[in-house]
């Protein structure tokens, strides 16, 4: 069936050295070739749009080495959600959906290898996009990121940076659904900050509107215990000075760090030594024997109406130069990413 | 039987702000007296020395906050070991051994208090000393630290700086104990480092008479899982280069830190979360639900004969101020005390 398809691909026309531009993106189209013993042929529903992807288009990979480096030519990096709708493979039928490393395609054919970190979907009559926010990669961050790296109890204070983010969104929402005493966000404009303190924050910083490190010093008078990080830079180094003997911060993102010219050097460390505190370097593939404990959490938390999956979804494979370009404006609300197919499916 | 007896005191004669010198020590003789309800009386037979301790007498506690800060006239803060030669207090009996906060004196007059932190000693027909290095919390900082901050396993890679020092020498040993594959240590002349190769380590690095730098880049390259730090600085900053994904680095101390000018801000920090790793900044006093476990379980090495306590023992109170002044210059092997008292005791 393969034969006729045409794929449609972005990939690596140029280099980023500093901010994206359009020149930095290429448009490719070919025809599926047949499938071989052992592949499988995805079809992308959804394509994940994700900070870290301006990196993987550097020539060095930002410093970052998860995923191979990318050449002038080849298909950027991304998680997608797929339908399989051919299958040589025996573990895998047409009709099952996974989420993983599709890559900017329209189409992948696959063996499923490790390095591909495709995880199959289990049917749960709810949106398919879910696979790259609250059940996918984005659900697994942010609850294994809070519980196994951040070890939250009901009585703690917790802050969380990028708090209107596809995982910081949903750290809130799990803060406050375990009851934990004072929740506190970072975000960024007036539409963010009410949306968090609507999802459950206590009080909510608006680091475009006020200083950060004022509102910190009153709001975190008593410290955290928890500090959730999805942004890095300053707001994250100013935010050590406010841990509380014993505190855990979750170094999970650090949006801010990756346009910077030069290394971020934090110069509040000593703190973490000082208050018998943890720094918590976070990586969600590290965490895979974890994954389906996070799942169906979430999915029975989302089944009893206390977590609702944040997401900001543009329309169009053709959109996802412009998705990513805009990601770092930080105007998305809620977990960000691309409809390839045509129609939303319930799976 | 208390009045007659004459209590001999170090105090703080001067505040020191850099390196200590003889002026800032001053030496108080006082009658004991009478004991009331619900006190008891020690009698001091060893004094812990401590790199902390020239933070105590500053006028700002050096910027540590655990113990209360010190004035003009006042004993100076100190752990040791005492024997109950008096009691008003019907938890504690005449002949019980304790350690704890008993000052820089040769008797102490207690209410036994949280802030004391005493401990009561086990009978186990051992030194007594070994209540200030691997039965004290000389020995519950090792302990504690490797295995409940930094979680190692038989197949780790750990590296331990300080390596011949109190608690570093224990490290050493529990990580041979525990089947380790590769032990390196960190630690200064010829003497200490064949002292921790003895101990187990596979490799030390001399960092007087070596590149630690280099050495790290040779005997490290494939990394480590655990960094057991007592020295912190450029030491500790380097060694962060190091970390295998996943690692653990316990901040038990930082003596190299203690007598600089000015904050030390590490450079190699944004490791910690490019590794997933975690830096663990460690307080033995947070971890006295372990204190048992810890001693029970040393107490058992050491009938073993896989772990030997080592102890660097000056005689005579009078020598206090030399004792703490020499530790800086790193001249100590294991654990640094002063014997108060006249004669060796078994408990």
């Known amino acids: 069936m393969s034969e006729s398809i045409i794929n449609r691909q972005w990939v690596v026309a140029e280099h980023p050295t500093k901010e994206l531009e359009e020149k930095h993106f290429g448009y490719k189209e070919s025809s599926v070739r047949p499938l071989q013993e052992g592949e499988v042929l995805l079809k992308t529903h959804y394509l994940n749009i994700a900070p870290v992807m301006r990196m993987y288009m550097m020539k060095d990979g930002g410093g970052y080495s998860s995923e191979k480096l990318l050449s002038i030519g080849d298909v950027i990096h991304g998680r997608g959600v797929a339908e399989i709708i051919d299958s040589r493979h025996s573990d895998y039928q047409v009709g099952e959906y996974v989420h993983g490393q599709v890559g900017w395609q329209t189409y992948k054919i696959s063996s499923m290898t490790d390095q591909e970190k495709f995880v199959k979907m289990t049917p749960r009559k709810l949106p398919v996009h879910y696979g790259l926010s609250a059940l996918g990669m984005t659900g697994y961050s942010a609850y294994c990121g809070f519980f196994h790296r951040g070890y939250p109890h009901p009585d703690d204070t917790v802050l969380v940076s990028g708090a209107a983010g596809g995982v910081g969104s949903l750290v809130v929402q799990m803060a406050k659904t375990i009851g934990c005493k004072k929740i506190v966000g970072i975000a960024g404009g007036k539409v963010k900050c009410d949306l968090v303190k609507e999802l459950g924050a206590h009080d909510v910083i ?86 389906k404990e996070a799942e169906d959490r979430i999915a029975s938390w989302i089944g009893e109406g206390v977590i609702k999956p944040l997401v900001d979804i543009e329309i169009g494979f053709e959109r996802m130069p412009h998705a990513l370009m805009g990601l770092y404006s930080g105007n998305n609300i809620g977990k960000k990413m691309v409809q390839v197919a045509q129609t939303e499916t319930i799976y």
Request: charged share 25%.
């Open 206 to 291: 608006d680091y475009k509107q006020e200083d950060v490190a004022e509102r910190l010093s009153q709001t975190l008078a008593e410290g955290y215990d928890v500090f959730f990080d999805n942004v890095g830079g300053e707001i994250m180094d100013n935010s050590l000075l406010y841990m509380r003997a014993g505190a855990r911060v979750v170094q999970c993102g650090a949006i801010s760090e990756y346009l910077r010219e030069g290394q971020f050097i934090p110069q509040n460390v000593i703190q973490v030594r000082k208050k018998a505190a943890s720094l918590n370097g976070f990586f969600v593939y590290r965490h895979r024997h974890q994954y």
